[in-house]
């Protein structure tokens, strides 16, 4: 729900997979003895591409993953029954090659391609799809925490087969059933009709992994520390991920690279890479860095102030991704002073969302005035609006009989670069700069993202945060949906009622199949949101992705 990145990432994702290294010789020589780049001559398969990420990915048990840097390296090794069109939100065949409902929208029939085989060599066909579907809704114990499997509970609105105490039980799960119609053709049975259910299978944790590896290397098997933070215990996720993809995993040394080759059995379009490293570099500069000198062929992330360098030198390129995220300071609303609105509403009008976005994106930044990107359908023009009003905010405490300054603590994390936040710190302090201006007396909280800044905030145990979201798909409910429909912790929502008819809203919305109506559903849950304040949207940032000019996708 992140970085969830989370994700036009499908853009990069793409490009990746297609991507040859259009010669490296000449005066690169040296730089392609620093990555271990195989020379190619242009059109050719082969070679190697080393990529700056900004952390290494959490797991790479694609079940078990909510943030960008995980999805990204997962989905190359793993692939979802429906896909969308590369650079689009429309649908397109994976694993699936059509399907269709039934006349109420409760069960769907997916077709299932022939011919394909899992990395360890075992078919891919309708037991291997129920098996990962049973394995999902037989989740126990800790796997069933937001922290463990935030997207099978978004994806399928939560619910376990035998939930622990204060999760949602199968009557409140979309999915009722999995069954093998024949050995390519699978019938997936809900519990309600759902106009989001294809959508939601384009989702990467919903990818199918090989049942024979998942249990030969203890896919199952995991803990939560003290601090609720999920941890897988078996090798699965750390040295045996296996699933149909067009690479596949062939080492994993944390802090240092993460190596996968192509799949020379893949059942369509071959890579061109031989090989595809990702190599974890926290540091903005260090990553632009890296890539001056050879020691990557691209990075992700790039800060906004950088660019201008980038394209100023014909060595480089920059490839612009659409802005399809929102960053937002996020409240649990259940814990003292947040469970007032008064406090929220004063904190909203204590941000200076707008020198934010102007100090720190570099001209890629746009202030947000909910939690969705504008483009969206469900983008309401009416939402109540806060500038920052640092006496308005005092009076607003006051008013509500609070003794300056109100004491809150504020989480940020440290050691990563998101879309939609180039600089967490510097956002931070700003953020902290404004609301000292304004009454508050802020505590700063840090954390590392992963696993412990994400698990915190999974488990809400953060009361004032910086954090974001990247879509998966082009629809409200991938943003406010995500965040607002179910009991989430992030906002304190599982010990709140604060949102209940947020809730309702969204619960109609996802069944409705008039688009009009669902549109102007989504327009009055924007209201209702935006007048509730679970947190404050400030930014949506266009990310860029940094290449040496002589990579080229195909």
């Given at each position: 729900?992140?970085?969830?990145?989370?994700?036009?990432?499908?853009?990069?994702?793409?490009?990746?997979?297609?991507?040859?290294?259009?010669?490296?010789?000449?005066?690169?020589?040296?730089?392609?003895?620093?990555?271990?780049?195989?020379?190619?001559?242009?059109?050719?398969?082969?070679?190697?591409?080393?990529?700056?990420?900004?952390?290494?990915?959490?797991?790479?048990?694609?079940?078990?993953?909510s943030d960008g840097e995980s999805y990204r390296v997962n989905l190359q090794i793993y692939e979802t029954l429906i896909r969308l069109k590369p650079g689009t939100t429309e649908l397109e065949p994976g694993l699936a090659t059509s399907w269709e409902a039934n006349e109420d929208g409760t069960s769907?029939?997916?077709?299932?391609?022939?011919?394909?085989?899992?990395?360890?060599?075992?078919?891919?066909?309708?037991?291997?799809?129920?098996?990962?579907?049973?394995?999902?809704?037989?989740?126990?114990?800790?796997?069933?925490?937001?922290?463990?499997?935030?997207?099978?509970?978004?994806?399928?609105?939560?619910?376990?087969?035998?939930?622990?105490?204060?999760?949602?039980?199968?009557?409140?799960?979309?999915?009722?059933?999995?069954?093998?119609?024949?050995?390519?053709?699978?019938?997936?049975?809900?519990?309600?009709?759902?106009a989001t259910i294809l959508q939601a299978l384009t989702l990467g944790p919903l990818s199918i992994q090989?049942?024979?590896?998942?249990?030969?290397?203890?896919?199952?098997?995991?803990?939560?520390?003290?601090?609720?933070?999920?941890?897988?215990?078996?090798t699965y996720g750390t040295e045996h991920p296996t699933g149909t993809g067009a690479f596949m995993f062939e080492s994993w040394t944390p802090e240092d690279k993460l190596v996968l080759v192509r799949n020379d059995d893949y059942w369509g379009e071959k890579a061109k890479l031989d090989e595809l490293i990702f190599r974890p570099i926290a540091d903005n500069a260090a990553r632009l860095q890296a890539l001056q000198t050879g020691e990557v062929n691209g990075y992700d992330l790039v800060e906004p102030q950088d660019i201008p360098t980038i394209e100023s030198d014909e060595n480089f390129q920059i490839l612009n991704r659409p802005a399809f995220n929102v960053g937002y300071v996020g409240f649990n609303i259940s814990t003292p002073p947040l469970d007032d609105i008064e406090v929220r509403k004063a904190i909203a009008y204590g941000l200076d969302r707008q020198a934010v976005v102007d100090n720190f994106y570099a001209g890629r930044g746009q202030l947000a005035?909910?939690?969705?990107?504008?483009?969206?359908?469900?983008?309401?023009?009416?939402?109540?609006?806060?500038?920052?009003?640092?006496?308005?905010?005092?009076?607003?405490?006051?008013?509500?009989?609070?003794?300056?300054?109100?004491?809150?603590?504020?989480?940020?994390?440290?050691d990563v670069t998101r879309p939609y936040m180039p600089d967490p710190k510097r956002n931070f302090e700003a953020f902290r700069a404004s609301l000292e201006k304004s009454g508050f007396k802020v505590t700063p909280k840090s954390a590392p993202w992963d696993p412990d800044y994400l698990g915190l905030n999974n488990e809400g145990k953060q009361p004032v945060h910086l954090i974001g979201w990247t879509g998966d798909y082009g629809d409200p409910d991938n943003f406010i949906g995500t965040f607002f429909q179910t009991d989430n912790p992030q906002f304190g929502l599982d010990k709140s009622k604060e949102?209940?008819?947020?809730?309702?809203?969204?619960?109609?919305?996802?069944?409705?199949?008039?688009?009009?109506?669902?549109?102007?559903?989504?327009?009055?849950?924007?209201?209702?949101?935006?007048?509730l304040l679970p947190g404050v949207p400030y930014a949506h940032n266009q990310p860029a992705v940094a290449f040496q000019a002589n990579v080229d996708g195909r």
């Open positions: 729900m992140r970085a969830k990145s989370f994700r036009l990432l499908l853009l990069l994702v793409t490009l990746l997979f297609a991507l040859g290294l259009a010669g490296c010789g000449g005066d690169d020589d040296e730089a392609a003895e620093d990555t271990g780049a195989t020379e190619t001559t242009e059109g050719e398969a082969g070679g190697t591409l080393v990529f700056g990420s900004s952390s290494d990915p959490v797991v790479l048990d694609f079940a078990l993953i769907w029939t997916l077709h299932l391609r022939e011919g394909v085989t899992f990395h360890d060599g075992t078919p891919f066909n309708a037991e291997a799809v129920c098996a990962n579907f049973d394995r999902w809704f037989n989740f126990k114990g800790s796997f069933q925490n937001a922290s463990a499997t935030y997207y099978w509970q978004y994806g399928f609105g939560g619910g376990f087969a035998e939930p622990e105490e204060g999760v949602a039980g199968p009557e409140e799960s979309l999915y009722k059933s999995c069954e093998v119609v024949d050995e390519y053709t699978v019938m997936l049975n809900l519990t309600r009709p759902s090989s049942p024979t590896a998942m249990e030969k290397y203890g896919a199952d098997e995991g803990e939560v520390d003290a601090d609720g933070i999920f941890h897988p215990t078996g005035t909910q939690f969705m990107p504008p483009d969206l359908e469900g983008t309401a023009d009416d939402v109540m609006q806060y500038e920052f009003d640092p006496e308005k905010a005092k009076q607003i405490l006051q008013d509500a009989g609070y003794e300056l300054p109100v004491k809150i603590e504020f989480w940020y994390p440290s949102l209940d008819g947020v809730q309702e809203i969204l619960n109609q919305a996802e069944i409705e199949t008039d688009e009009a109506k669902r549109i102007e559903l989504y327009k009055e849950a924007n209201r209702q949101i935006m007048l």
